[in-house]
């Protein structure tokens, strides 16, 4: 990556003096009392059924945050129901744009509408067996029917577990199992940039493994025969819900969910093991998603949904996929529970062609644009003549998330996409932490290309020294990032592991919430994130555990050890570097360097690929047996001026022979 036409640290300004003051000093009285602010919010921001007696209690050290306990509300009810009453009245007015892999497939979804096909949802659910509290396991394209069954199930009070559609049969098998999910629902095929993705089978495929099996009672396949004609089982276990929905009766009353009720489960990976179900509460997640949509957009001032014809609305656009934390926040909820409409996109960037943000940004007059550093490079490779045929001047706010933006992408982001005119809003935040807890904020605080800059409101943001734990008290600092206040999108708990939640989380630096990722934070207190200080790699925005990897690795039958490691990527920020050493008697092969790709591809899911494999008869390992990930890491990255000390390994000629078997490669 470079940081050409860059100067470090340039302040790209579009606030004034008086509103970066005014942020301060809202952000300071914010974090000085925490409960009223929250709760001053919560009363206003959504509809309780019955009022909640306290906004916060419980502490990071114990585990045993709860924000609004005791407060009855349902989140469908706040997403979609009350919009279609007095006083909004906006029922007409559109909820969903969905656009398909085909430019010219789009429909418009009014929140009349939305809230028939989701009572339709619900019911045909309810029908079946699913109860408040059941988990349900969705594996579904980007349509409509995603977001509607979502919100059925928080209108029934199910728990639902979206699983990403690039997730292989073993990833679902084993989410399936760890959330013992009896109920999953999917369609029979999804479609992505021309091809068609096997969605049921992939699915069949999961719950036929030994783990599932009496673990699922139903799978729900929208459009059960579908139209590539996917084969229909037979058992019992499939229900063809496209023709079960239709059948249902179009009003089905709200759950009434307390605040602290889960509302979803979402898995990540971690560092080590298996990856985790972290849980999301109906009040508290809500209440976040809708605060940080409206104020990290700029959205804050307008009530009214948007509508293409109206200049004055905003036609908001997030372009991820709603099988990550991104999607259920800024797709799914946060939109929706602010009454806006919100943009379903089906397709890829690149498909028909590498026009086709900017052609959707024209043709729907988007004013907010929200995607992935990722993207954001593979599109600029091309040039800027695709931009620049479109008619972008619709475009109000760009927002980037997922990973630190290069200032190079961040300057053919502003000046390309934004033609200098549009404020691009970094947003760093976590699957953990259920919406964006560091951003500039349109038009208030200034923006510095690379820079997540300053905390939202109520969030306090500390930068810790790693050893000692302290806090950093001068401005400028370096260490790791942490939050020092509980908020109230925090994620609660790891499914059926609490330990591991307060291992991860709360235990490395006590009275803090630990984020996993390093920082700095310089003269003017803005903060940039350093990237994951853990075995967590982030490619292309997406979170892999190195472990994940390496177990993927090992299950393979000639492998005897794997360590992975990142590795700098140009497109991808990081790629995934594999080191294996091979069981006693199995030759090195090109054959057998495709079949383990392909392991990790059907046991993760193919954005996972790894990019490099290395076979080799040694690792580099201390004395006490321990694989040293840092000489890796060097050696993948080709910096071999810092290697550092490698007489502390068993054998240091290893090294060599893993530096020209990497240079080979590449
Ligand atoms: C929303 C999401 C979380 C990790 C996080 C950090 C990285 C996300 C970032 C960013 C720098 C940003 N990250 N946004 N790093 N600047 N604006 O991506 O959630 O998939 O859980 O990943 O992504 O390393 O810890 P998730």
């Given at each position: 990556m470079t940081n050409t036409d860059i100067e470090p640290e340039a302040v790209y300004n579009p606030s004034t003096a008086a509103s970066l003051a005014l942020y301060k000093s809202a952000h300071s009285a914010s974090i000085k009392d925490?409960?009223?602010y929250w709760s001053e919010l919560a009363k206003s921001k959504l509809h309780w059924f019955a009022p909640f007696p306290t906004a916060v209690t419980?502490?990071?050290?114990?585990?045993?945050?709860?924000?609004?306990?005791?407060?009855?509300?349902?989140?469908c009810y706040n997403a979609v129901d009350r919009y279609c009453l007095p006083p909004f009245n906006r029922g007409n007015e559109v909820a969903i744009i969905w656009e398909g892999d085909e430019p010219d497939a789009i429909k418009r979804i009014s929140y009349h509408e939305l809230q028939l096909s989701v009572c339709r949802i619900a019911n045909a659910l309810k029908a079946s067996g699913v109860q408040k509290g059941d988990?349900?396991?969705l594996y579904m394209p980007m349509v409509p029917e995603l977001a509607m069954t979502m919100l059925a199930c928080?209108?029934?009070g199910a728990v639902h577990s979206v699983?990403?559609?690039?997730f292989s049969a073993d990833a679902i098998a084993d989410r399936i199992d760890d959330a013992k999910s009896k109920w999953v629902v999917t369609a029979s095929v999804g479609s992505r940039g021309g091809r068609n993705l096997p969605l049921k089978t992939i699915c069949d495929a999961a719950i036929k493994k030994e783990r599932c099996v009496g673990v699922v009672q139903k799978v729900f396949v929208f459009d059960g025969n579908g139209p590539n004609g996917s084969e229909w089982d037979k058992e019992?276990?499939?229900?063809?819900?496209?023709?079960?929905?239709h059948a249902q009766w179009p009003v089905c009353s709200c759950e009434w969910m307390d605040a602290e009720d889960p509302l979803f489960i979402l898995y990540t990976s971690g560092s080590t093991g298996r990856p985790k179900g972290l849980v999301h509460t109906s009040g508290g997640y809500s209440l976040y998603a809708m605060h940080t949509t409206a104020n990290s957009f700029g959205l804050s001032q307008q009530t009214g949904p948007s509508s293409p014809n109206d200049p004055h609305k905003d036609v908001y656009a997030c372009v991820a996929d709603a099988g990550w934390i991104t999607g259920h926040s800024y797709i799914v909820y946060g939109p929706l529970l602010n009454g806006i409409s919100t943009f379903m996109f089906e397709s890829t960037p690149m498909y028909p062609d590498h026009g086709r943000y900017w052609d959707m940004v024209q043709r729907h007059k988007i004013t907010v644009f929200y995607t992935a550093p990722t993207a954001i490079r593979s599109l600029m490779r091309f040039g800027d003549d695709a931009p620049n045929k479109y008619?972008?001047?619709?475009?109000?706010?760009?927002?980037?998330?997922?990973?630190p933006i290069n200032p190079a992408a961040w300057k053919w982001y502003f000046d390309v996409i934004g033609k200098g005119k549009c404020a691009v809003v970094d947003t760093y935040w976590q699957t953990e932490t259920g919406g964006h807890v560091i951003t500039n904020l349109p038009g208030v605080t200034p923006m510095k290309p690379g820079s997540c800059t300053l905390p939202c409101y109520g969030i306090e943001v500390v930068v810790l020294d790693p050893a000692s734990g302290q806090e950093i008290d001068t401005t400028a600092a370096e260490g790791v990032l942490a939050i020092k206040q509980p908020w109230p999108g925090m994620a609660r708990t790891c499914l059926g592991d609490h330990q591991r939640y307060l291992n991860v989380y709360m235990k490395p630096y006590p009275g803090y919430y630990f984020a996993g990722d390093g920082c700095r934070r310089d003269e003017d207190g803005f903060i940039w994130i350093t990237g994951r200080v853990d075995d967590v790699l982030n490619v292309s925005g997406h979170r892999i555990g190195t472990a994940?990897?390496?177990?993927?690795?090992?299950?393979h039958p000639a492998v005897a050890q794997a360590a992975v490691v990142g590795i700098p990527h140009e497109i991808k920020g990081q790629g995934i570097c594999c080191f294996t050493t091979l069981t006693e008697g199995v030759p090195e092969s090109e054959d057998l360097i495709k079949e383990l790709r392909n392991q990790v591809r059907t046991s993760i899911g193919p954005f996972a690929t790894p990019d490099m494999i290395v076979l080799t008869a040694a690792l580099p390992m201390t004395r006490s047996g321990k694989i040293m990930r840092r000489i890796l890491r060097k050696v993948a990255a080709g910096e071999l001026d810092t290697l550092g000390d490698t007489t502390t390994l068993s054998d240091p000629s290893v090294v060599d022979i893993l530096i020209s078997k990497v240079e080979n490669l590449r």
């Open positions: 925490i409960s009223s419980g502490s990071f050290q114990e585990g045993s945050v709860s924000w609004f306990a005791g407060g009855k509300l349902n989140v988990v349900v396991t928080a209108r029934i699983i990403f559609a690039g019992d276990i499939h229900v063809r819900f496209s023709d079960l929905v008619d972008l001047s619709s475009l109000k706010v760009l927002g980037t998330v997922g990973e994940e990897v390496e177990s993927a690795l090992v299950a």
